[in-house]
T-cell receptor, first 112, second 114 residues
Framework: LAKTTQPISMDSYEGQEVNITCSHN???????ITWYQQFPSQGPRFIIQ???TKVTNEVASLFIPADRKSSTLSLPRVSLSDTAVYYC?????????????FGQGTTLQVKP | NAGVTQTPKFQVLKTGQSMTLQCAQD?????MSWYRQDPGMGLRLIHY???????DQGEVPNGYNVSRSTTEDFPLRLLSAAPSQTSVYFC?????????????FGQGTRLTVV
């Protein structure tokens, strides 16, 4: 499974757009990229998943360049409730065979 | 539809005791897995299962056993608890082969070994 690298922490202010970039230089052909969000004392929650180009849902966008060696999670107009740890995962196949490998994640602090 | 249910939510064990952490899902998911999360760290995979009767080791399997006799349940057994196993344990489930799906996590079991 490909190793991922993310910034350890980021700060932002309410209303701003936040972009978190993840590097995955050894991504395999059939790997998907998935992002999870975790609040304190809770299990991670799925945000978005993609294979290439751009994916958008009601909470975020995921940008994946052609070489797929990195990806960027974009959170539009963050609020205080978006303060959380964000994990980028790369795995074999769309459901990763249930074998999710987490890195340390990016702690996002949103300030008023 | 309860999703992924873990019991107990909190547990204190003495060194050397054994116990089983329960995990059940009602979404008919094929894949289930167990993770531990130490303070300030990401989750680490302990064991996982791709279907009833099939289990495999993850990143940190030592000191833990699992079995998957039914699709719904995936218990995690601590054989002889050690202080190093003090952690928060999460169970997760996801759809199955070829299915583009998210993983659903339980609320966690906070385990303290003294």
């Amino acid at each position: 499974l490909a190793k991922t690298t993310q910034p350890i922490s980021m700060d932002s202010y309410e209303g701003q757009e936040v972009n978190i970039t993840c590097s995955h230089n050894n991504i395999a052909t059939n790997d998907y990229i998935t992002w999870y969000q975790q609040f304190p004392s809770q299990g991670p929650r799925f945000i978005i998943q993609g294979y290439k180009t751009k994916v958008t849902n009601e909470v975020a966008s995921l940008f994946i360049p052609a070489d797929r060696k990195s990806s960027t999670l974009s959170l539009p107009r963050v609020s205080l409730s978006d303060t959380a740890v964000y994990y980028c995962l790369v795995g074999d196949g769309p459901s990763n065979t249930g074998k999710l490998i987490f890195g340390q994640g990016t702690t996002l602090q949103v300030k008023p | 539809n309860a999703g992924v249910t873990q019991t107990p939510k909190f547990q204190v064990l003495k060194t050397g005791q054994s116990m089983t952490l329960q995990c059940a899902q009602d979404m008919n998911h094929e894949y289930m897995s167990w993770y531990r999360q130490d303070p300030g760290m990401g989750l680490r995979l302990i064991h996982y299962s791709v279907g009833a009767g099939i289990t495999d080791q993850g990143e940190v399997p030592n000191g833990y056993n699992v079995s998957r006799s039914t699709t719904e349940d995936f218990p995690l057994r601590l054989l002889s608890a050690a202080p190093s196993q003090t952690s928060v344990y999460f169970c997760a489930s996801s759809g199955g082969q070829g299915v583009v799906t998210e993983a659903f996590f339980g609320q966690g079991t906070r385990l303290t070994v003294v």
